[in-house]
Nanobody, 117 residues
Framework: QVQLVESGGGLVQPGGSLRLSCVASGSIFSRYPVGWYRQAPGKQRELVAA???????NYADSVKGRFTISRDNAKNTVYLQMNSLKPEDTAVYYC???????????WGQGTQVTVSS
């Protein structure tokens, strides 16, 4: 069973940056589309960044131009570079393989990102 472990979250001031990492227990990221999702309190989980293949990326309008998804297949790791963070980016962030709301593996524990002054 594949396990996903997210890390890199924390408390950051508005305008700051964070880099999230997601390590998989198997070499899944080289075989499947991958994405970063987030869930804010009282809201549904949403897809914010996706990498359908090694040469294509898609972003939610709310993060476009500020977030960058990338992956290192050799390390079974997906990254999310988050710049110019805003309070509305506060959420628990998760990674998974899949397409849109269809994900292939059990969710990890996520990593909390809090943007506040």
């Amino acid at each position: 069973q594949v396990q996903l472990v997210e890390s890199g979250g924390g408390l950051v001031q508005p305008g700051g940056s964070l880099r999230l990492s997601c390590v998989a227990s198997g070499s899944i990221f080289s075989r499947y589309p991958v994405g970063w999702y987030r869930q804010a309190p009282g809201k549904q989980r949403e897809l914010v960044a996706a990498m359908p293949n090694s040469s294509k990326t898609n972003y939610a309008d709310s993060v476009k131009g500020r977030f960058t998804i990338s992956r290192d297949n050799a390390k079974n790791t997906v990254y999310l570079q988050m710049n110019s963070l805003k309070p509305e980016d506060t959420a628990v962030y998760y990674c998974n393989a899949g397409i849109g709301t269809l994900v292939y593996f059990t969710w990890g524990q996520g990593t909390q990102v809090t943007v506040s002054s």
